[in-house]
């Protein structure tokens, strides 16, 4: 297991998806979270109405709400797009040969790639709080108060529980052998999640429960409702897994 950590964990630092993503996932949704600060300020009645908690409650409060709707589809994509080019990167580049000459279990492989992942998730997750807070003092909101910070922990978990309910990318990317079946499986479970909040269900649904606990701050979903995302978890991996140790090089 340490000589595919090692081997993973190498690959992944120099790859320049990983770096990208990382930039693009942090200040992507940190701008488009302090643009919309900004726009609450605009002379265009009908742009300050579509801001939704922005206005009400305003603050520092619409400010996190605002940032959560925003991670939950956009931190999405970004881990769905990090994990589909980690699991079918050895199929694009030509070196699933190589694996099946390797000592190490194929299996072990794959459970390495998702270690990788989860251990790059977290400080991502962090650094993406970080960025949200700066961009909002320097939008003006001014000191955080107490009955705030809550929400910025929310902000952290969501993120991370974000991340968790994109690994059945992994799986689809190593079944389909693409990048593609990854990003695809990535965006129906972003579809999965909004046809289910609108249908009012989506507290029972792992891939809508953390957004929805997140900007109902809790309200709306309970812990044994978060909780259901560790299976998806469990799952995802126990497929993946499988997957990779059953690999053929010809599948016709």
């Known amino acids: 297991m340490i000589t595919g950590l090692v081997t993973e964990f190498t690959k992944f630092v120099r790859a320049t998806v990983v770096r990208a993503t ?18 609450v300020h605009t002379a265009d009645p009908q742009l300050a109405a579509k801001l939704g908690p922005l206005i009400e409650p305003g603050g520092w409060a619409g400010y996190l709400t605002t940032a959560a709707q925003v991670t939950g589809a956009a931190a999405l994509l970004g881990y769905g797009v990090v994990l589909s080019w980690l699991f079918s990167r050895e199929f694009a580049d030509g070196t699933i ?14 459970a390495a790639k998702l270690v990788i992942y989860l251990a790059w998730a977290v400080p991502t997750a962090f650094i993406l709080m970080i960025a949200l807070v700066v961009f909002g003092l320097a939008g003006g909101l001014g000191a955080v108060p107490a009955d705030v910070v809550p929400a910025i922990g929310r902000q952290f978990a969501l993120t991370v529980l974000t991340a ?89």
């Open 22 to 39: 990382t930039i693009v996932m942090v200040l992507g949704i940190s701008l488009i979270c302090s643009s919309m600060l900004l726009a």
């Open 97 to 110: 040969t190589g694996l099946f000459a390797v000592p190490v279990p194929r299996a072990t492989i794959a």
């Open 164 to 252: 968790v309910i994109a690994t059945p990318a992994a799986w689809a990317a190593t079944v389909g052998r693409s990048m593609l079946a990854g990003i695809g499986c990535t965006i129906g479970i972003l579809v999965v999640a909004q046809v289910t909040v609108v249908a009012g269900a989506g507290a029972w649904i792992p891939f809508a429960a953390p957004a929805l606990w997140a900007i109902s701050g809790g309200a709306d979903v309970t812990g044994v409702q978060l909780v259901l995302v560790v299976p998806t978890l469990l799952i995802s991996a126990g497929l993946t897994l499988r997957s990779w140790q059953r690999l053929q090089l010809d599948r016709s």
